[in-house]
């Protein structure tokens, strides 16, 4: 997998990766992109990066072993420029071939943390990185009964302890950014359609 995170700190990419370098702050990551597109590399792909910390996705609760983590420096509040985005999907496009990883494999923070972390956020655009096929999108033609959601987003990943609002929370941070009030069929459909066509495998032991 791929997690995408957001630094959430200003005075651009220099802060995070002193920070991310720093032994004692016990994080890191693979790579930090800057606003103006500059990448840099922190961690060889082959070798683990403190990340991720406890999430969980499918049936992996060790996302850090099992991913590689970009960060985007931006603090948590402002878009994310058209360079620092062009600059992740090359570098997408580039590890997904190397490392032979899907598209429902990019994920973000706050989709194996959810409640914990909200990284990249609701100003980050999804939907143009699966148009670039560097990510996936659901349908939003469909509907589904209310009550078909939890089973569904967990049948596309969302397999981390939580109670059902912080569930909900979290998939609409990614795909529903602007959606407000109580689960409905939209939020059930939208979970069905990325379940039928980008299932996890949800076997015990399973990688």
């Not at 693979?30 to 070798?47: C, M, N, Q, S, T």
């Amino acid at each position: 997998m791929i997690v995408l995170h957001y630094t959430a700190m200003t005075g651009g990419p220099g802060p995070a990766i002193k920070r991310l370098c720093d032994p004692k702050t016990e994080v890191s990551c693979h790579y930090v992109i800057g606003e103006h597109g500059e990448i840099a590399r922190l961690v060889p792909d082959d070798r683990r990066a403190w990340h991720a910390g406890a999430g969980h996705w499918g049936m992996s609760d060790d996302i850090n072993s099992r991913s590689l983590g970009i960060e985007l420096s931006n603090d948590a509040l402002s878009p994310f420029p058209a360079a620092q985005m062009a600059a992740l999907e090359e570098l997408l496009s580039h590890l997904m071939k190397v490392h032979k990883i899907p598209a429902e494999g990019i994920i973000g923070h706050s989709d194996c943390a959810p409640g914990r972390k909200i990284d990249p956020g609701g100003r980050f655009d999804w939907r143009r990185l699966a148009l670039c096929g560097l990510a996936v999108w659901p349908d939003p033609g469909g509907v589904a009964a209310p009550d078909t959601f939890a089973d569904q987003a967990r049948a596309f990943g969302y397999t981390a302890p939580v109670d059902a609002a912080t569930l909900l929370a979290a998939f609409r941070l990614r795909f529903r950014p602007g959606a407000r009030g109580p689960l409905d069929e939209v939020d059930a459909g939208l979970a069905t359609d990325l379940a039928r066509r980008f299932p996890v495998d949800l076997r015990v032991g399973a990688a």
